[in-house]
């Protein structure tokens, strides 16, 4: 089941190559970003030094200063409509859809705007249509390749335990390597209420699979759906707390057969703590019923109810620097295996790193996604099939490195990296998956 639960890692020397290039491009952008700034102090009335700024301050985070620059720009010529749409464009980033609405009403009004330039005017305007639409639908797919180290997440010796002794693996059945298509899709619903607490319907419906080329028993799938309110609480009180309780159900399958179905519910809440700091945390539980199977025949072992919690802290260090750390507890008890009863701790935390395009100079910035995290594991009972005098314990180290490039405003590419390596006092369950992966991503 580890095998969904990730994706894609880099070498070990990616990291600080990363990091060396990010503070190159860094240090760039924002000599760039000093220099434009300075030359329009000096020609505050000239539009192409205007419009260079704010194509920069777009490209490196700034929309406000972006916004400034092309208003004054129509201040000192108000019949540029190319301008007006990139106001329309910045103003719908920022969330203010009916600014945005204007400025793009009135560009389209022009006789003169060029063919491409209307074309992503109309394509911004029904963006625009649909955030004000009481009833909205949006989503994201994704597909993409991907090679891993240990593909069935198999241990690396033959050795393991066996009813307390020493017993030897077949080949077959140890870590092996493979390639691999991923894909998934998200599809969102949000009807809003229409009331000043700002609450809505929301609804998800989230679809994975992934096909291995050669270990088909590594194939996994899964459904899942969560539907609920979302509204804000105790106003007045605290600056902004956002609720959310929730239903949720959904299914899986490993080797194309049925693994477990699952149903529960839970609560998510969204809080401002302070200027540029916020946390979301989640607590839920789901029913999971494990059927037995002719390839899993005594699956129904795991039935159970899982209980858990996650918490992210996420801190806006700079305008394209964010930086998070997050924990998470679980805890997963069986209708009848003691042994198979587990509490998971788990903390990390990861950085992400917004910065202009250096190949394209497009106004779309790239981005680097760092995450790291550890969890610990504890069962309650030995497994007398394995060990009868061990209780199994485990330490999860997960690594994941993503790069982000944009194309346009609905299509990303995507490269990451990743390493989950699991080491455990029990030889049967340790192993080192290192994985990469790229793919196409599609959100509408």
């Known amino acids: 089941m580890a095998a969904c639960a990730f994706v894609a890692v880099a070498a070990a020397s990616l990291p600080g190559d990363a990091q060396a290039q990010t503070a190159a491009v860094s240090a760039s952008a924002e000599k760039q970003y000093d220099d434009a700034f300075q030359e329009m102090l000096k020609k505050p009335a000239d539009l192409d030094v205007l419009f260079k700024f704010a194509t920069i301050a777009s490209q490196t985070g700034d929309p406000e200063g972006a916004i400034s620059a092309l208003e004054r720009m129509l201040l000192i010529n108000p019949d540029l409509p190319r301008v007006r749409l990139e106001l329309g464009v910045l103003y719908y980033r920022l969330g203010s859809y009916e600014i945005a609405r204007t400025y793009l009403e009135t560009a389209l009004k022009s006789q003169s705007l060029p063919a491409d330039v209307r074309s992503r005017a109309e394509q911004f305007m029904a963006e625009v249509e649909k955030r004000q639409s009481p009833s909205r639908f949006s989503g994201e797919l994704f597909l993409g390749t991907r090679y891993q180290s240990n593909a069935n997440l198999g241990p690396a010796t033959s050795a393991v335990r066996l009813f307390g002794q020493t017993a030897n693996l077949n080949q077959q059945a140890l870590g092996t390597s493979d390639w691999g298509f991923v894909s998934s899709a998200q599809f969102r619903h949000t009807y809003d209420l229409g009331l000043q607490d700002k609450s809505a319907l929301e609804s998800q419906l989230t679809v994975y699979a992934n096909r291995q080329f050669s270990l088909q028993a590594a194939n996994v799938?899964?459904?899942?759906?969560?539907?609920?309110?979302?509204?804000?609480?105790?106003?007045?009180?605290?600056?902004?707390?956002?609720?959310?309780?929730?239903?949720?159900?959904?299914?899986?399958?490993?080797?194309?057969?049925?693994?477990?179905?699952?149903?529960?519910?839970?609560?998510?809440?969204?809080?401002?703590?302070?200027?540029?700091?916020?946390?979301?945390?989640?607590?839920?539980?789901?029913?999971?019923?494990?059927?037995?199977?002719?390839?899993?025949?005594?699956?129904s072992q795991f039935t159970g109810t899982q209980y858990s919690a996650t918490t992210t802290f996420q801190y806006q260090l700079t305008d394209v620097i964010t930086i998070y750390a997050l924990g998470n507890a679980q805890r997963y008890q069986t209708q009848q295996t003691i042994s198979q009863n587990y509490v998971v701790a788990g903390a990390g935390g990861g950085m992400a790193f917004r910065f202009a395009d250096p190949l394209f100079k497009s106004e779309l910035p790239w981005s680097i996604n760092l995450t790291v995290n550890q969890q610990w594991w504890k069962y309650d009972a030995p497994d007398p099939i394995i060990d009868p005098g061990v209780v199994r314990q485990q330490l999860d180290t997960i690594l994941n490195l993503v790069l982000s490039i944009p194309f346009d405003e609905r299509t990303t590419f995507s490269i990451s990296g990743g390493r989950f390596s699991r080491g455990s006092n029990l030889p049967n369950y340790e192993f080192v998956n290192n994985n990469v992966m790229f793919g196409i991503g599609w959100r509408f």
Not at 222 to 241: H, K, N, S, W, Y
């Open 221 to 299: 799938s899964l459904i899942d759906f969560t539907t609920g309110p979302r509204f804000q609480a105790f106003q007045g009180i605290f600056e902004e707390v956002i609720l959310k309780p929730f239903l949720s159900a959904g299914y899986i399958w490993v080797n194309d057969q049925p693994y477990y179905g699952s149903y529960g519910a839970g609560l998510e809440s969204g809080v401002v703590l302070a200027n540029g700091l916020r946390n979301i945390s989640i607590f839920s539980w789901r029913q999971q019923n494990y059927p037995n199977t002719n390839y899993l025949p005594t699956n």
